[in-house]
């Protein structure tokens, strides 16, 4: 399996705080990805990045930054974290778009 | 762009069935199509890709779809479903050729009854 993690693993905060959550990588794989699960909705692109220091949104980025500055770390931020970005989220990675995507084991967000 | 649609949010089935999971897709132009299965918990773990060639194609835990084009379907079989099965579904489709990331669909939840 690939080596992906996700941290940190459960979170609680409050409306209006920063949040950050972490993706690790050990393959190299080029392509990232970071999507949010909800019920009723499955996965939803949040964004994705191509390369260090390339992103791009995906379909729901509204409050959401990312940033990758080394090929294994993938950060998401939530500049202002409200109710509705109450998710589980994933992060991905794989060799090109078109190509399998490996899992990290996610990260439950609560946001009060 | 393209989309796809799992017409299905809950199946359930009594172990040992078999079991037929849909994925329809929406694009003009050659697809490529993945199955992810995500037990409880979990993330997401590859079971089969299509991209070309021979249009019935085997997976890892026995799982196997097939793509039809003309009924813009590639939909996931088990012959005989184990209890460990019972899992979130996703089927996911993209562009050959294209730009574009795969598009997810929202999910089908195994039920497997003893």
């Known amino acids: 399996d690939a080596g992906i993690t996700q941290s940190p693993r459960h979170k609680v905060t409050e409306t209006g705080t920063p949040v950050t959550l972490r993706c690790h990588q050990t393959?190299?794989?080029?392509?990232m990805y970071w999507y949010r699960q909800d019920p009723g909705h499955g996965l939803r692109l949040i964004h994705y990045?191509?390369?260090?220091?390339?992103?791009d949104k995906g379909e729901v980025s509204d409050g959401y930054s990312v940033s990758r500055s080394k090929t294994e770390d993938f950060l998401l931020t939530l500049e202002s974290a409200t109710s509705s970005q109450t998710s589980v989220y994933f992060c991905?990675?794989?060799?090109?778009?078109?190509?399998?995507?490996?899992f990290g084991p996610g990260t439950r967000l609560l946001v009060l | 762009a393209q989309s796809v649609t799992q017409p299905d949010i809950h199946i359930t089935v009594s172990e040992g069935a078999s079991l037929e999971l849909r994925c329809n897709y929406s694009?003009?132009?050659?697809?490529?199509l993945f199955w992810y299965v995500q037990s409880p918990g979990q993330g997401l773990q590859l079971l089969l890709k299509?991209?070309?060639?021979?249009?019935l194609v085997q997976g890892i835990k026995g799982f196997e779809a097939e793509f039809k084009r003309s009924q813009s379907s590639f939909n996931l079989r088990k012959p005989s479903v184990h209890w460990s099965d019972a899992a979130e579904y996703f089927c996911?489709?993209?562009?050959?050729?294209?730009?574009?990331?795969?598009?997810f669909g929202r999910g089908t939840s195994l039920i497997v009854h003893p």
């Open positions: 990045s191509y390369g260090v220091k390339d992103t």
């Open positions: 393959e190299n794989h080029r392509y």
């Open positions: 299509y991209f070309s060639g021979d249009t």
């Open positions: 996911a489709v993209g562009a050959q050729g294209g730009s574009y990331i795969p598009t």
């Open positions: 991905a990675s794989g060799t090109g778009r078109q190509e399998t995507q490996y």
């Open positions: 694009y003009g132009a050659t697809p490529y």
